[in-house]
């Protein structure tokens, strides 16, 4: 019998109790995002645990665990965890280092929850910095200088930009639409002092489809600009959290992961992609509806992908989120608040750390901190990640988490 990628995913999450909800966040933490960064990455790593400490009250020495995104500031560097842990003076019983791309932020609190789990340490760090703009060490050994290059198809634009023209071909595209999200994120950005300021300027639905196209149907505003800066949250086991007192927790209730999707097989639909199977499997094991998120953080580094992953997660059917996206209010205040901190391509993309923004402002939202964008329901929120572009597909890793606060 044959069994179709939703099964799978279902399948995978049987038996999951999303590591028996045991381990928790109790603190984030996020630098000013900037254009290019006169800072070194240490420095940007630093106020991280700086900002982390002095949020929780759990000291320096206590903090055994460090789990980092891949930085293309350190692409260069074989020892990133080790290095990491000797610049920061922390003293750990685990590390490691998530190099799943924009996934990565997810997958480290994925990995540091497993950790916390199986005893292996108490407090992690989840770090993620970057500084993309000022040191791009990247060396990618793969297709691209051989396949794609060569023929002018060059950089995530291009490839966004061929997901989109197929995507339009199957179902029609309202490029209003995608224009009504540029804009909603926009001014979530305007009210996030931590945005980059370059980004922190209205605009309208005219200026997203007038902007300049960069690789057609691609245009300026679709597309992240890349930034530096650094975030992070601590992960702690929940009977840590009781014993310190700490009155705001989130907890990760569901995670999904998926890489290489459909790999086995030659020719794809580039508009299935593998966010189907990883948010089936989070919303599994999370026992949760879509109907429930107070709030949703999609990656974004071009706005076709939200509208993607509207459809694979099920808020819509595929080719259905254009019509979606027209009858809903996505402002902290509306129907479903989206990306509240501006999102990357408003807030700015801090190279392989940029995951992290999204990430960190769901926690600020469930910890009722987010100020004049805070949303009305914090109970909950759903958090995505993309990471890397293979030949031929969509998007290398996609995942998923789901969040809630206090449970």
């Not at 000013?32 to 630093?46: F, G, N, P, Y």
């Not at 997958?107 to 703009?133: E, K, P, Y």
């Not at 061929?162 to 994120?185: S, W």
């Not at 196209?213 to 992070?232: E, K, N, Q, T």
């Amino acid at each position: 019998m044959c069994t179709t990628p939703v099964e799978v995913g279902r399948e995978e999450a049987k038996g999951i109790e999303m590591y028996q909800k045991d381990a928790v966040i109790v603190g984030y933490a996020e630098t000013k995002i900037v254009d290019k960064s006169d800072r070194d990455i240490w420095e940007l790593s630093a106020e991280i645990l700086e900002k982390v400490i002095i949020q929780t009250g759990i000291e320096k020495d206590e903090i055994d665990g460090l789990v980092l995104s891949s930085s293309m500031t350190a692409a260069g560097s074989v020892f990133w965890s080790q290095t990491n842990a000797d610049m920061l003076g922390l003293d750990l019983k685990f590390t490691q280092t998530v190099d799943i791309g924009g996934c990565a932020p997810l997958g480290s609190v994925a990995r540091a929850v497993m950790a916390v789990n199986a005893g292996l340490c108490t407090n992690v760090l989840c770090l993620f910095s970057d500084t993309q703009a000022t040191e791009d060490n990247r060396r990618v050994r793969a297709f691209q200088q051989e396949w794609t290059n060569s023929l002018g198809y060059m950089g995530p634009p291009a490839a966004f930009g061929f997901i989109t023209r197929r995507y339009e071909h199957q179902f029609g595209l309202d490029y209003a639409a995608l224009g009504k999200l540029a804009v909603a994120q926009r001014n979530h950005a305007i009210l996030n002092d931590m945005a980059v300021e370059k980004l922190r300027k209205p605009i309208t639905v005219d200026d997203y489809l007038n902007s300049r196209m960069i690789a057609d149907p691609i245009r300026l505003l679709d597309c992240v600009m890349v930034c530096d800066g650094a975030s992070g949250v601590l992960v702690t086991s929940r009977k840590n959290a009781e014993r310190k007192g700490f009155s705001k927790i989130v907890v990760p209730i569901g995670y999904g992961e998926r890489t290489n999707f459909r790999a086995s097989e030659s020719i794809i639909d580039i508009t299935d992609t593998g966010h189907r199977a990883a948010g089936e499997a989070a919303l599994s094991q999370a026992g949760v509806k879509l109907s429930d998120f107070g709030s949703f953080h999609p990656y974004d580094d071009f706005i076709i992908a939200i509208v993607m992953q509207l459809e694979m997660l099920g808020f819509c059917k595929p080719g259905q989120g254009c019509d979606y996206v027209r009858e809903r209010s996505f402002s902290f205040d509306g129907d479903l608040p989206l990306n509240t901190g501006g999102g990357q391509i408003s807030a700015g993309q801090c190279g392989l750390a940029g995951g992290g923004t999204n990430l960190v402002e769901a926690v600020r939202q469930m910890f009722g901190e987010a100020g004049s964008r805070q949303v009305s329901d914090t109970k909950t929120a759903l958090v995505t990640g993309i990471g890397g572009i293979p030949y031929g597909r969509n998007w290398a890793t996609s995942a998923v988490m789901a969040l809630t606060a206090n449970g």
